[in-house]
């Protein structure tokens, strides 16, 4: 594929994570591999470039709307290092049929758990399916558990090192459940944590001289990403939340059971 139509494809990508705060990676990862001509090995990596260039475009917009709480995504992004370094070395050590059997488990998970929440919100009337509060769609006190927000930040990290993905899938539910955020705040601030991470495990990777990718052609991806994610960031202002996460959530299920199938036929 031309590098024209990478920038195109990246404007969809850019699209999910303005709306979402979440979910480029996961689908900059099969798209870099089975669409771009990328190795598994270097489809990380460019994701990684794509998530962290994104989100910082998408970011300002989010603070101007005062969805973005600075210092609790400091402190989460900077909780992420526990996870990455051990994600990278992993990352770094699998072979490209385990890596992708693995990150395809991951997209199905995804995708169920977003599914399913959606459509609990959307009937039984939530407030992820709802329109804001306020600006911040502040929920209240926040109700903070130490152990659950190291863990998610752990963890977080980890997949960024490991799959080149974002994490906002698994920062947001925790900014939500773990700290009273709004759905829009949790959104807006886990792109800030989405930044973090993936600057970390792009620092690792170029530490350890195993950050190899197409450079030309993963900035022309972020390039129009980063268009869709200014785009899509007032988009995600107009339909409700829920909408949003289970139309995604459909969507990675699909690309999670076509790299599952294509990874265990060994395409």
């Not at 990290?157 to 080149?164: P, S």
């Not at 993905?165 to 925790?174: L, Q, S």
Request: net charge positive; with cysteine.
């Amino acid at each position: 594929m031309s590098l024209l139509g990478a920038a195109g494809i990246g404007l969809l990508v850019g699209a999910v994570v303005g709306a979402l705060g979440a979910g480029g990676g996961i689908i900059a990862v099969p798209v870099l591999t089975y669409l771009l001509g990328q190795s598994e090995h270097a489809a990380t990596n460019g994701s990684l470039v794509i998530v962290a260039l994104t989100a910082a475009v998408a970011l300002p917009g989010k603070a101007r709307r005062d969805q973005v709480r600075w210092r609790d995504g400091l402190v989460f992004g900077a909780m992420t290092t526990l996870g990455a370094v051990p994600g990278r070395l992993i990352n770094e050590r699998l072979d490209a049929e385990t890596l992708f059997l693995a990150f395809s488990a991951l997209l199905l998970t995804v995708a169920a758990t977003m599914i399913g929440s959606s459509f609990r919100d959307l009937c039984g009337g939530g407030s992820a399916g709802a329109g804001p509060r306020s600006p911040g769609e502040t929920r209240g006190t926040p109700r903070r558990s130490p152990v659950l927000v190291a863990g998610a930040a752990a963890v977080t990290g980890l997949l960024t090192g490991l799959f080149g993905v974002g994490g906002g899938f698994a920062v947001v539910p925790v900014l939500v459940v773990a700290m009273g955020f709004g759905i829009r705040q949790a959104t807006g601030t886990s792109l800030l944590v989405m930044i973090i991470a993936s600057g970390v495990s792009i620092l690792i990777g170029i530490a350890r001289e195993s950050f190899v990718l197409d450079w030309s052609l993963v900035l022309l991806f972020a390039g129009g990403s980063m268009v869709g994610g200014v785009l899509a960031g007032r988009l995600s202002q107009r339909v409700p939340p829920a909408v949003l996460s289970a139309t995604f959530g459909v969507l990675v299920g699909i690309v999670g059971m076509i790299t599952l199938v294509r990874t265990a036929a060994g395409v």
